[in-house]
């Protein structure tokens, strides 16, 4: 049986939303969505969370997270990669478990909505091919490269795509085009540490509803993300009343 480490980063830093990792969202602490999906999980086999706040740190594990370190300062700033920390957390479970892991799972807690069931598909996906990765992702719809111009020194609009024979044809004849969710990262092990990357070169897509998943960049992400899971909760809430 494969061994899986997730791994959920909430660093406590954030200037767009202040302490955006544990802001309140249906009702609860916006890391408490994952931490619940993975502990749900049939197939990871450990998860930690990674965070440099003791705030945050505390709220975890009162929510039954493991957090056995810090994350040290320079992983906690700005300019800190996820590949970075994410191996820096996997160099810290080996050590203190003694075992090595197969797959790494990123598991950001800006993306609320991700159930159990998608951390489990996406885990059964890369241990049932031999890609180096799975990587939610999600269609663009209507905000397509064939739509997209660049502008010029003198404020000509220049198709981003230059082939397109109709750049007016409607929506649902656009050929479909994919963006990462930031829901899932499965990556295998030898391809994080030999390659640096979370992806590598040979990637499946774990493709995800768009109403299903948001990314919380902002404040109005912010509102939506809790009008939607709002809304979740209610209709439980319904259902076993």
Do not use: W
């Not at 003791?54 to 709220?59: G, L, S, Y």
């Not at 890369?126 to 490269?145: F, N, R, T």
């Not at 499946?204 to 899971?229: G, W």
Request: proline share 6%; glycine share 4%; net charge negative.
């Amino acid at each position: 049986m494969a061994n899986i480490l997730a791994v959920i980063p909430a660093r406590g830093g954030s200037k767009a939303i202040p302490r955006k990792n544990i802001v309140d969202v249906a009702g609860r602490p916006l890391i408490a969505h994952t931490i619940e999906a993975v502990l749900k999980s049939n197939l990871v086999t450990e998860h930690l969370v990674s965070t440099d706040s003791q705030e945050i740190a505390d709220i975890s594990r009162k929510l039954g997270a493991h957090v056995p370190f810090v994350r040290p300062k320079h992983l906690a700033e700005d300019q800190a990669s996820s590949v970075d920390v994410v191996i820096h957390a996997l160099g810290e479970m080996e050590s203190r478990c003694g075992k090595e892991y197969d797959v790494i799972i990123l598991l950001q807690p800006t993306t609320p909505m991700r159930s159990v069931g998608t951390i489990d598909r996406a885990i059964n996906q890369l241990l049932s091919s031999d890609a180096e990765s799975v990587v939610s992702v999600v269609s663009v719809g209507a905000v397509h490269p064939y739509r997209m111009y660049s502008i010029s020194e003198n404020n000509c609009l220049v198709p981003y795509v230059s082939d397109v024979e109709d750049p007016m044809m409607p929506r649902q004849e656009l050929p479909p085009v994919y963006i990462r969710s930031g829901d899932i990262y499965a990556v295998r092990r030898s391809c994080l540490l030999d390659k640096h990357s979370l992806i590598g070169d040979y990637s499946k897509a774990l493709v995800l509803n768009p109403e299903e998943t948001i990314n919380i960049d902002n404040f109005d992400d912010l509102t939506v993300a809790r009008l939607r899971l709002g809304a979740s909760v209610n209709e439980l809430l319904t259902q076993n009343g």
